[in-house]
């Protein structure tokens, strides 16, 4: 039987000539790798080989199976960026927003964040953001903490699960219930895989509500994140919500 797969982590191939050779890239991997529904996730960049928000939008505009996640930053035209997130909001055309911290110099509780704040919160959809260990204050737990904590009515989707500080991640948000994970990228860290695989095990065995698989392609390999959540102890019911039922209720698709 063949079993229901969301990729909630995924943004436009780098190596393509044109966007429509990048759609179609990533269509070709998802079907090879038998990924039913994605999640793209747009730069918040204006101009950026893995599409601005506009471009992955109009981009997938006819696939249903794929949605989009709408990159914003305070650096880039942002009163433009902000009208246009809310029109695709308005229009459901987006089912989350991205604040790529630590790749850009901002904090989560940064107060010009405040208005998307009020997007997520007015339309119902999810925040998620970038982080690491201890490579970059930005994105680091101390940071992020603070922001989720100011916002307990707003559903946060931390990506990478700010590894290889997984253990200390998900002990920090063990009791916030609108923290969700994505398991992007961590495949990839292959020093730490052994210990990171114990912790994710041991959380989704507690709360087999609150993981998603993500691959973070095309900057990590899909198949190799795919291999990785299907190697994790867990039951079958908690493979499905991994695998695809967790994202399809955090996205409402």
Known sequence: MKRNILDAH??????????????????????????TKGIVISDSSLESTIGSLQECVEL????????????ISPFFTYEKQLRLLEKYL??????????????????????????????A???????????????????CLASTQMAVKQHPDITFVCCHCHYPDVADCFAAYEDTTNMIFDMSSLADQWIYL???????????????????????????????????ALSLAMD??????LLYETACKVYKI
Do not use: W
């Open 90 to 119: 308005q229009e459901k055309r987006v089912v989350g927003i991205k604040l790529f911290c630590g790749h850009e110099q901002f904090y989560l509780y940064d107060e010009r964040l405040l208005p998307v704040y009020d997007l």
């Open 236 to 241: 079958e019911q908690t493979k499905n919500k």
């Open 194 to 228: 052994p210990s990171m695989k114990k912790e994710i095990e041991k959380f989704l065995y507690k709360h087999p509500n609150r993981i998603m698989f993500g691959s973070d392609y095309a900057g990590c390999n899909q198949l190799d994140h795919l291999q990785f």
């Open 121 to 139: 919160r007015t339309y119902q959809v999810p925040i998620l953001y970038h982080s690491e260990g201890h490579t970059s204050p930005y994105a």
């Open 60 to 71: 997938f505009a006819h696939d249903e199976h794929i949605a989009i996640v709408g990159g």
């Open 10 to 35: 995924m943004h436009l191939p780098y190596d393509c000539k044109s966007f429509a050779d990048k759609r179609s890239t990533l269509l070709k991997e998802m079907q090879t790798n038998q990924i």
